[in-house]
């Protein structure tokens, strides 16, 4: 394995258990958010559209109701054992995310962790309501995310850590990719290298070997 200079991770669905902003539209928006979850996934949409779609169809929440909804996302067990880990190696960490930085930064303020950069849409919580904004938006993008992940990277040898739909584009990029979900299933049919993993623990022992850091 290569060395790589910096470690890069989507959030919903990786860090935590289930994808974080689907659980809260099952949650709390009507079900009509399902038609446009169908047109993304069938590529009619872009993802920013969606999200654009689903936000404006959330009725009016209260911050206690938002709060307590952050409160209960379950995180990997073994996140906080990565992120002690990473500290102790001095590894630059980002998380970039096509979902949404509140429920990121409230949760890792409820976990006490900071020092974390973040990249994701800013939702926009005020008088019960809700709006979303794009500010790392690139028409360029090769997915149509509303949070272009591959331009926030800087780094010429990078790893990344994802999941999902949105990390399809960064993880051809990747010097070294870890995989899992509908993630590891797209690398496999894809034959792109990637190392599986079920929990941030798979990660730690691969790092914990010195190969890549």
């Known amino acids: 394995m290569e060395k790589i200079d910096a470690i890069y991770c989507d959030f919903d669905g990786t860090i935590t258990k289930k994808d974080a902003v689907n ?3 099952e949650m709390y928006a009507p079900p009509k958010w399902l038609d446009s979850e169908q047109l993304w996934i069938e590529g009619k949409i872009s993802s920013r559209e969606n999200a654009v ?5 959330l009725p009016e929440i209260t911050e ?3 709060n307590e909804y952050i409160e209960n996302i379950e995180i990997d067990e073994y996140f906080l054992d990565f992120i002690k880990y990473i500290k102790s190696k001095n590894i630059k960490f980002t998380i970039l995310s096509d979902g949404f930085d509140l429920f990121i930064y409230k949760t890792l303020q409820r976990l006490n962790i900071d020092g974390i950069n973040v990249f994701a849409n800013h939702l926009v919580h005020k008088n019960n ?6 500010p790392y938006y690139n028409s360029s993008c090769d997915v149509g995310a509303g949070m272009c992940k591959c331009s926030r990277v800087t780094e010429k040898k990078f790893c990344y850590i994802g999941d999902g739909t949105s990390d399809l584009c960064i993880a051809r990029k990747a010097n070294i990719l870890f995989a899992t979900k ?9 034959a792109i290298n990637h190392i599986p993993f079920n929990s941030f623990r798979n990660i730690i022992e691969v790092l914990e070997e010195g190969k890549i850091i």
Do not use: H, P, R, S
């Not at 779609?53 to 169809?57: A, C």
């Not at 309501?129 to 794009?134: A, M, Q, R, S």
């Open 182 to 190: 509908n993630l590891q299933k797209y690398c496999n049919e894809n």
């Open 64 to 66: 206690a109701q938002l």
């Open 129 to 134: 309501k809700f709006n979303i904004e794009f």
């Open 23 to 25: 659980t809260f539209f």
């Open 53 to 57: 779609i689903q936000v404006g169809l």
